[in-house]
């Protein structure tokens, strides 16, 4: 089966990276594995986006995991765009190498895998790992149109719509992966998008009665997509008639 | 046995060629009803198979009964929606029954979309001398009729007939999870992803929202409800899992729409434990109260607990089901077994509990003596009577012989879906085709009661 030949191969390689990783006690390594975890992440969106009606709890949990990875990376100012072909890429040795991901924070030497949800740290021991990890963590050239913005654009764009995900996914070429998580313009809501149904579930905004008129709820980049969401609510109508 | 042979018709559409086991018939749902008596099992293909316990001969009082097939029938199609271009699976995602008032079977079973009431009857009289039509059914003409007679029922050869009463339908934008048959009666919910609708039987083109945790900004989602139970006793009581591995416990005396809770079962979290995976693994798969309505049982993925429905901040009990798979979620989730939703299930006396795992393993914990075991259910394993042995997963280094190490698990035979008689040690656990039923005697060990072939097979 496909998971137990995964496994003994598994096996065989964390034994040697465990026994190179005991050496190692860098951040980079932790910052590397969390890296093949997203990677990972936005494979399995993209793939069950392909599907006819994906199993929307998968999703969703899917997306909150991305979602984690990039609260955690922006907090370690780690974060920049995913290069375009990491998504089509899934060597054995990265995905291998994310087991040390699986691991209990205290375990992982030299790492700080702090929830990251930006609210402090709870707990003495991760505590004081996590400012070595601030202080090490090595500066990537910022190359995306995000990390210009304010740490609370970086938060308010983390919360994109599985919906917009979805939609990037479909409409535009897959190695555009930067594009994921830039700030929404107009060309998400075309009508044709939109149209397409492709996630019957989980359209924005469904307008029964008279709920959905109303503008949706003013985001960070607000003016302009009350506006789209406007329009996205007519339509909504107009189909669901 | 001397008894009469048993020439009930069975309905011959479900036979199929015996070389191979498709796919359309994995087993997804395995319910007993509320005597124990019929066992209902639901398939991916939309089909659902009812097994009926024998009577015991009196001869062979020790002797327990049988379960046989008593009727099958095509519950739901594959259907399109032409609207969204979507296809709607037929696989049966649960079946439950309702209390049994009469001679009729009741059982609901759905599909994501669509709920049905199917009526189970059984026929073994049929009339005879018509005057208007002859033995065959046809039609005489009145003109040669010279006498007059009064029909008569006489016996017939046992037919079991499945006839669908109320279709359910157009209720559900989501995926429907639960059903559940509320304890008035005339009532029950359907949940999907974001929300859960109340329905009376007789009523099919209306449906009440009782809750809907849908965001008004599909941006904000990220949480789903993952299942769904009415109270056993008290009609106005609910609760509903997350995906965030909470529980909320509703009732519907206090508003129209629950969207409030009443209660919030919540643990907190272990911080040494957390993990990318941590949010994951707590979604909760199933839960279910108990049958004293005291406690309610939740299931994530390594663990099950018991709640105490006075208590909302922690469970009472913490039962590890593969607690050895902590240390592989990675490759868990990149073959997305991490998402696999395992049921749990209580016995009648609510003291042992039951999950399945991997490898056709389950597992069960007797909440007194805090024992637990685990079985495999597997056709080698299932000759009649044969006593099932303990398993054991070896996570260290050395292994002994009769262990399994977690690196040799197959995690393509999972047990998802198991159930208890409400009343005797009597099991149904589902494997990927085959539904295995078990029985336990005065002794302590488990036996193979009895083999259920798929239904592939009769």
Request: hydrophobic share 35%; aromatic share 8%; charged share 25%.
């Amino acid at each position: 089966m496909f998971a137990r030949g995964l496994k003994r191969k598994c096996v065989g390689h964390e034994e040697d990276v465990e026994g190179a990783l005991a050496g190692l006690k860098t951040v980079s390594s932790y910052s590397l594995q969390r890296q093949s975890l997203l990677d990972m992440s936005l494979v399995k969106l993209q793939l069950c986006h392909m599907l006819v009606e994906p199993n929307l709890c998968r999703s969703v949990l899917i997306a909150n995991t991305v979602r984690q990875i990039q609260e955690e990376m922006t907090q370690d100012g780690t974060w920049r765009a995913v290069a375009p072909q990491a998504a089509g890429r899934a060597p054995l040795d990265r995905l291998v190498s994310t087991e040390i991901l699986c691991r209990a924070a205290w375990e992982q030497e030299g790492a700080c895998p702090a929830p990251g949800l930006g609210d402090g740290h709870t707990q003495g021991p991760v505590s004081d790992l996590c400012p070595v990890t601030s202080a090490q963590a090595p500066r990537h050239p910022q190359s995306s149109v995000w990390e210009m913005d304010g740490p609370r654009e970086n938060r308010g764009s983390f919360h994109k719509s599985l919906d917009q995900i979805f939609e990037t996914l479909e409409t535009k070429n897959p190695s555009c992966m930067e594009e994921l998580f830039s700030d929404v313009d107009s060309p998400y809501y075309d009508l044709d998008t939109v149209l397409t149904g492709m996630m019957g579930g989980a359209r924005p905004g469904p307008c029964e009665g008279l709920e959905g008129l109303a503008p949706a709820t003013p985001g960070p980049s607000a003016s302009c997509k009350s506006d789209l969401g406007e329009l996205d609510h007519v339509v909504e109508i107009l189909v669901e008639t | 046995m001397e008894e009469d042979i048993d020439t009930r018709k069975i309905n011959n559409s479900f036979l199929r060629d015996h070389s191979y086991a498709t796919e359309a018939d994995i087993i997804s749902t395995v319910e007993f009803n509320h005597t124990g008596e019929l066992l209902a099992t639901g398939d991916k293909g939309g089909r659902v198979v009812i097994f009926q316990r024998e009577q015991e001969s009196k001869n062979q009082v020790h002797r327990r009964g049988e379960y046989n097939v008593y009727s099958t029938f095509q519950s739901h199609e594959p259907e399109f929606d032409y609207l969204k271009s979507l296809e709607i699976e037929e696989k049966i995602n649960k079946i439950r029954w309702l209390p049994q008032q009469n001679a009729t079977y009741f059982l609901l079973s759905t599909n994501d979309k669509t709920v049905k009431l199917w009526k189970v009857s059984e026929r073994d009289k049929r009339p005879e001398g018509y005057n208007l039509k002859d033995e065959e059914g046809r039609l005489r003409d009145p003109a040669t009729i010279t006498t007059l007679r009064v029909p008569v029922l006489r016996p017939m050869d046992l037919m079991v007939e499945a006839t669908p009463r109320r279709v359910f339908a157009n209720a559900h934008t989501y995926h429907i999870n639960s059903i559940s048959v509320n304890s008035d009666y005339e009532t029950y919910m359907s949940a999907d992803d974001l929300r859960i609708n109340l329905w009376n039987f007789e009523i099919t083109n209306q449906s009440f929202n009782i809750v809907d945790i849908k965001p008004a900004n599909m941006e904000e989602l990220t949480e789903v409800i993952t299942a769904a139970e009415f109270h056993p006793h008290h009609c106005n009581t609910f609760v509903y899992s997350s995906s965030k591995g909470t529980i909320r416990l509703c009732d519907m005396r206090a508003s129209a729409l629950c969207d409030r809770h009443t209660k919030f079962f919540e643990e907190p979290e272990d911080p040494s434990n957390r993990s990318f995976f941590s949010e994951i693994i707590s979604s909760i798969s199933d839960v279910k109260f108990s049958h004293s309505g005291r406690y309610i049982m939740t299931r994530d993925y390594l663990t099950v607990k018991v709640w105490d429905l006075n208590m909302e901040n922690r469970p009472i009990e913490t039962y590890q089901v593969h607690d050895y798979l902590r240390s592989k979620l990675c490759s868990l989730y990149e073959n997305d077994c991490i998402f696999d939703k395992f049921e749990c299930v209580w016995n009648g006396s609510d003291s042992v509990i039951m999950t399945g795992s991997y490898n056709n393993f389950f597992r069960m914990f007797d909440r007194n003596t805090k024992r637990d075991v685990t079985l495999e259910a597997s056709r080698e394993n299932s000759k009649p009577r044969a006593i099932l042995k303990p398993r054991k997963v070896c996570v260290g280094g050395k292994r002994r012989k009769d262990e399994i190490s977690v690196d040799s698990l197959d995690f393509s035979k999972k047990i998802l879906h198991t159930a208890w008689h409400p009343s005797e040690n009597i099991i149904a656990v589902a494997g990927v085709q085959i539904t295995y039923i078990y029985s336990r005697t005065r002794l302590t060990r488990w036996t193979s009661y009895y083999l259920i072939i798929s239904h592939t097979e009769y």
